[in-house]
């Protein structure tokens, strides 16, 4: 450092301090501060419920009536193709295979965990604005922003495999964080966020470099909620299309049944069928 | 684990010098304010993963806070076709006043404010500065140093810190 520099830094130093000794306000109080927490909570809320009703439409979507098309009469088809049970969606369960804390941003850090259960949800917090790489097995399985965003709402990264695969036993989950602004450069403020590429990844990522951070990456255990909707347990729950294009639809029926899983927990046992849900 | 009492503590430990740091990020009391309460109220909504020096934490949270507000307020201007005219006032008002050397400072994009700010008044190392912003130390450096560049090409800035020797 110059001695040039050095006197720019004091004069700095010097203005910096009498300006913020200018005091022109009555003080932050902890009133002041409950306040805006409960604001803060309203907001989180409101966008909690969006994501709720989201959910609910995506639930509604899996728990539809089946289409089936019935061959015309005489033909010697069937009357009605026998539903088979279909996979809708997935429960996470409250076993934890991993819990590990992140302190490393910039880094793919890899984990080894056990599971039970064919599918797992993975879930990723961040105490940082970030944006969250997550590999299963070697597969860049979900992405997305972490931690509170501009929106003043804290985002996690959850993802659920659906793919069907078999996931008991041992696999190799890795995750990586990296700034926000790193993949959404260039991009308007709240405008979505592209998905990144194996290769965009691993370039961000390198570009990033190791920094300190804070997160947490959780693995459960998720199981598949199997709907079988007609005609195994309800024989009007169906949509019909005839050949002519028409659609007949039934709803006789009311709540599409749950049919416990195989290695579902105890817990879960109001879900089977006739339980009443 | 961290509770309400060491809340309250820290709030009234920490929230005048954090004010006079916001205060000197954006340069208005009541926004400073703002900023600080809005702070302190997301910290508390993470208390309990936080950690034991929550410092880093609130002052993230304040910077970048700042700098997304920052970026709103600039998106609302409106381009004008004609470029105002610059105050001339008296020649101790361009090249003696402190105020130019503010005006050069306001001028900073909101993260070179910030290092500023953190490193000569909260007087934090590049280091911390780093893990505040959620960038390297090496970033930190020449954040710094783009910073100062700019205030030395501001000729008055440059009048008032006497950089010219």
Partial sequence: ??????????????????DAATAGSGGVTLAGVDRRVRRLRRRRAGAGAVLAAGLAAAVTVAAT???VTIA?????????????????SYLTGERVFLSEAIETGGRVLTFTYTGISESVNV????????????WLNGRLVTQGVCGIQSDDVDHAVSWTDESGGHLRGTNDVAVALVPVQRVAAGLEAGAPVPALGEREAERVIGESGEYRTGGRLTI??????VAAPTPISCDQDIVIRNPNGQEILSSACGDPTVVRSPGWPESWRWLEPGSGG | MRDRADFERYVEQRSDRMLRTAYLLCRDWATAEDLVQTALAKAWLAWRRVGDN?????????ANTHASWWRRRWRGEQPTEVLPEPAVGDAADLFGSRDAVR?????????????IVLRYFADLGDDRIAEILGCSAATVRSQASRALARLRV??????AMSLEG
């Fill in chain 1, 1 to 18: 450092m110059t001695p040039t520099e050095t006197v720019t830094e004091t004069e700095l130093r010097d203005l910096l301090a009498g």
């Fill in chain 1, 65 to 67: 009536p089946r289409t």
């Fill in chain 1, 72 to 88: 015309p009469p005489g033909d010697g088809g069937p009357a009605a193709v026998a539903a088979v049970p279909t996979v809708g």
């Fill in chain 1, 123 to 134: 879930r990723v917090e961040c105490r940082d604005p970030s944006y969250a790489l997550v």
């Fill in chain 1, 220 to 225: 459960r255990d998720a199981w598949p909620l």
């Fill in chain 2, 54 to 62: 929550p410092d880093p934490y609130v002052y993230r949270i304040l």
């Fill in chain 2, 103 to 115: 005006r050069a400072l306001a001028g900073l994009p909101p993260k070179q404010r910030a290092v």
């Fill in chain 2, 154 to 159: 501001d000729p008055a800035a440059r009048s």
